[in-house]
């Protein structure tokens, strides 16, 4: 073996070479990917402000229900404001892409 290993050194370099790229290459791509996710993360959870408490339904609320919650005295007392907003699930995908 350490005959075949001397006489095609060029070959085993090249290979180790190769899976030393690869690695490092994988392992790049694994760290920017965790820190684009992390960034998108920051960058929503700063967009959103502090929310402490959401109610939420399968269906739409009335339009006026976050007006009607805000006028109560007892909501004043206990919450700083109020936000309407529509969370949906989805993906979203460029026109051009198979």
């Known amino acids: 073996m350490h005959r075949s290993l001397a006489y095609f050194w060029q070959i085993n370099l090249a290979m180790l070479l190769g899976v030393a790229i690869a690695t490092a290459v994988l392992t790049g791509a694994l760290i920017v990917g965790?820190?684009?996710?992390?960034?998108?993360?920051?960058?929503?959870l700063h967009r959103l402000g502090g929310i402490d408490y959401a109610l939420t339904s399968n269906r739409?609320?009335?339009?006026e229900l976050a007006v009607d919650l805000s006028n109560e005295p007892t909501f004043k007392q206990r919450f700083h404001g109020i936000a309407p907003a529509i969370f949906l699930r989805g993906t979203a995908i460029a026109k051009d892409t198979k």
């Open 34 to 44: 965790d820190s684009v996710r992390e960034s998108l993360r920051h960058l929503v």
């Open 60 to 63: 739409f609320f009335r339009q």
